[in-house]
């Protein structure tokens, strides 16, 4: 067990502690746990219980993230524990991010430190660390313990994440993170509550601030059958992006049916390539589709001339014709980490 971080002791409930760590701000009871099933109170003090048991631990293409315009055709080593502070009905990694509901509060993974999670990664060749598959806020501690280490060791760090994560906790975060991948799954309350058990506005804050911060952002949506691809919704989405910044690279990306979600079929084709069209007639500079191999849609464009800068398939970089973070046709800066 590691004592957490980002928790208070309420005055007017005795034994209770009020976790801050992300934005449902669980009041939790001693001996109990909050909604993520992996931080509990013990006689007042609230305990992170999977601090560096991982789960999972791969090494990666960065493209899978998905993070496009940060070190691309560079690997990354991934890690997770289990445990999540959603419950999307349509999770993809509902193996471990639902374990600890499914298996009676327990807590399985291989007992990991900081130092050799970061020694891992270097021996890998990877140019960066990302904590992810699940939401990488309930192991908030071990990430940042390990941020440090590898930023240290000259690593960048990447966030997945589904953008709960509380104010203060983001700000500490912001300090050693250098991209982070946030999913914008809808824009509407009415998904949230129904499909993930949370809200949206929390998430349109994060995304906000985490921008603010100087972390390099990018945003993700899969896009469901009837749940959130009617034009408006799409148009929403991109519009609320564009507000903060055009040059947020946003993902629009195919859905397939799982865990408690096959009652849809999978996105169409065309229905992204209607996203992706919109996103760019909203003034985003770069619309990328997800998720349908050698579609050209991965590719990065040029904003300025219209050529590739950045060639794909799948999670492979194919060609790249950039120098020194400027397209090489025109001249024209590429947004991003290069």
Same mark, same amino acid.
Not at 123 to 137: D, N
Not at 206 to 213: A, G, N, V, Y
């Given at each position: 067990?590691?004592?957490?971080?980002?928790?208070?002791?309420?005055?007017?409930?005795?034994?209770?502690?009020?976790? *801050?760590?992300?934005?449902?701000?669980?009041?939790?009871?001693?001996?109990?746990?909050?909604?993520?099933?992996?931080?509990?109170?013990?006689?007042?003090?609230?305990?992170?219980?999977?601090?560096?048991?991982?789960?999972?631990?791969?090494?990666?293409?960065?493209?899978?993230?998905? /993070?496009?315009?940060?070190?691309?055709?560079?690997?990354?080593?991934?890690?997770? =524990?289990?445990?999540?502070?959603?419950?999307?009905?349509?999770?993809?990694?509902?193996?471990?991010? @639902?374990?600890?509901?499914?298996?009676?509060?327990?807590?399985?993974?291989?007992?990991?430190?900081?130092?050799?999670?970061?020694?891992?990664?270097?021996?890998?060749?990877?140019?960066?660390?990302?904590? =992810?598959?699940?939401?990488?806020? /309930?192991?908030?501690?071990?990430?940042?313990?390990? !941020?440090? *280490?590898?930023?240290?060791?000259?690593?960048?760090?990447?966030?997945?994440?589904?953008?709960?994560?509380?104010?203060?906790? =983001?700000?500490?975060?912001?300090?050693?993170?250098?991209?982070?991948?946030?999913?914008?799954? !809808?824009?509407?309350?009415?998904?949230?509550?129904?499909?993930?058990?949370?809200?949206?506005?929390?998430?349109?804050?994060?995304?906000?601030?985490?921008?603010?911060?100087?972390?390099?952002?990018?945003? =993700?949506?899969?896009?469901?059958?009837?749940?959130?691809?009617?034009?408006?919704?799409?148009?929403?989405?991109?519009?609320?992006?564009?507000?903060?910044?055009?040059?947020?690279?946003?993902?629009?990306?195919?859905?397939?049916?799982?865990?408690? %979600?096959?009652?849809?079929?999978?996105?169409?084709? @065309?229905?992204?390539?209607?996203?992706?069209?919109?996103? *760019?007639?909203?003034?985003?500079?770069?619309?990328?589709?997800?998720?349908?191999?050698?579609?050209?849609?991965?590719?990065? *464009?040029?904003?300025?001339?219209?050529?590739?800068? /950045?060639?794909?398939?799948?999670?492979?970089?194919? @060609?790249?014709? %950039?120098?020194?973070?400027?397209?090489?046709?025109?001249?024209?800066?590429?947004?991003?980490?290069?």
């Amino acid at each position: 067990m590691h004592e957490a971080l980002f928790y208070t002791h309420p005055d007017d409930k005795p034994n209770h502690v009020r976790c *801050l760590l992300c934005r449902h701000n669980c009041l939790i009871a001693e001996n109990h746990r909050g909604i993520c099933k992996v931080r509990e109170n013990r006689n007042g003090v609230l305990y992170s219980l999977n601090y560096g048991r991982l789960i999972s631990e791969n090494i990666d293409p960065i493209e899978k993230k998905p /993070i496009f315009h940060m070190l691309p055709g560079s690997r990354s080593y991934s890690i997770a =524990t289990v445990g999540c502070n959603f419950h999307c009905k349509h999770c993809q990694n509902y193996e471990i991010s @639902q374990y600890p509901h499914r298996h009676e509060g327990e807590i399985p993974g291989t007992l990991r430190t900081p130092e050799e999670v970061v020694e891992a990664a270097g021996r890998a060749g990877c140019r960066s660390i990302s904590y =992810t598959y699940v939401e990488p806020t /309930i192991f908030y501690e071990f990430a940042l313990d390990t !941020a440090k *280490l590898a930023r240290k060791a000259g690593m960048k760090n990447i966030f997945v994440s589904n953008g709960y994560t509380g104010a203060e906790a =983001t700000r500490e975060l912001a300090l050693y993170l250098d991209a982070n991948n946030i999913d914008l799954k !809808a824009f509407t309350d009415k998904f949230y509550k129904e499909v993930c058990g949370a809200r949206l506005q929390p998430v349109l804050d994060t995304i906000r601030l985490m921008k603010e911060l100087g972390v390099w952002v990018e945003v =993700t949506t899969l896009v469901i059958p009837e749940w959130n691809d009617s034009d408006e919704e799409l148009r929403d989405i991109a519009s609320f992006i564009k507000s903060i910044s055009a040059d947020i690279p946003w993902h629009v990306s195919r859905f397939w049916p799982t865990y408690k %979600m096959t009652d849809r079929s999978p996105t169409p084709h @065309q229905t992204l390539t209607r996203a992706r069209e919109i996103g *760019l007639s909203e003034g985003l500079r770069y619309v990328y589709v997800g998720n349908i191999p050698d579609d050209t849609g991965e590719n990065t *464009l040029c904003p300025n001339c219209g050529k590739p800068v /950045i060639e794909r398939t799948g999670f492979a970089v194919k @060609q790249q014709h %950039m120098t020194d973070g400027n397209c090489t046709h025109c001249n024209t800066p590429i947004a991003g980490i290069f």
